[in-house]
């Protein structure tokens, strides 16, 4: 059974930095292509980004291009969410995902192309 844990959320200001993780287990890690997504209340899901297993390709939502990056760590079944440049508005639960296959069967942005989702890690920016 596939599962994804996300760790790292917090309370940071403005201008801050945080690094979420996502455990995952129960699967051969390396080739699959995942994903972050954040919910903030009230509003829909939305794609942060991912990160493809096949050549380790990362494409990002344009809120959050060029202050945020994924990487991913095969040797302990990990992939990171760096974040830099924080804003208020980045407040949201932020989630990591999977897919089931090892490509996509929509677009990488759609949050119903995922398969596995973690429970979610609370980021706070205070202004």
């Known amino acids: 059974q596939v599962q994804l844990v996300e760790s790292g959320g917090g309370l940071v200001q403005a201008g801050g930095s945080l690094r979420l993780s996502c455990a995952v287990s129960?699967?051969?890690?390396?080739?699959?292509?995942m994903g972050w997504f954040r919910q903030a209340p009230g509003k829909e899901r939305e794609f942060v980004g991912r990160?493809?297993?096949?050549?380790?390709?990362?494409n990002y939502g344009d809120s959050v291009k060029g202050r945020f990056a994924i990487s991913r760590d095969s040797d302990n079944n990990t992939v990171y969410l760096q974040m830099n440049s924080l804003k208020p508005e980045d407040t949201a639960v932020y989630y990591c995902a999977a897919t089931r296959g090892v490509y996509y069967s929509g677009p990488y942005s759609d949050a119903k192309v995922y398969d596995y989702w973690g429970q979610g890690t609370q980021v706070t920016v205070s202004s």
């Open positions: 990160i493809t297993g096949i050549g380790g390709r990362t």
């Open positions: 129960g699967r051969t890690f390396s080739n699959y292509p």
